[in-house]
């Protein structure tokens, strides 16, 4: 086991106020299975990521900062 992860996992809880926050990491550290969230996509959630991921290899895509500025130039109209 890594102690470094663990001493700066428990620095970080000594620092941390936000309860939800502390809650949450608790029921993760609890959880005895570990949840791959690949596995709770339905097949056909599955089938659209791996057909944007197919398109992202070619190029189809757009940048978020392009994405804005067209949104910007919409708003405009």
């Known amino acids: ?5 663990k001493n700066e996992l428990h620095k970080l809880i000594d620092n941390c106020d936000n ?18 969230w690949w596995d709770e996509l339905t097949d056909e959630d599955k089938n659209l990521v791996l057909e944007s991921e197919a398109e992202y290899e070619k190029g189809n895509f757009i940048s978020h900062e392009k994405l804005m500025q067209q949104f910007e130039t919409w708003k405009k109209k």
């Open 1 to 5: 086991m890594n102690s470094e992860i």
């Open 19 to 36: 309860e939800l926050l502390l809650s949450e990491a608790r029921s993760l550290l609890e959880s005895k299975e570990i949840k791959d």
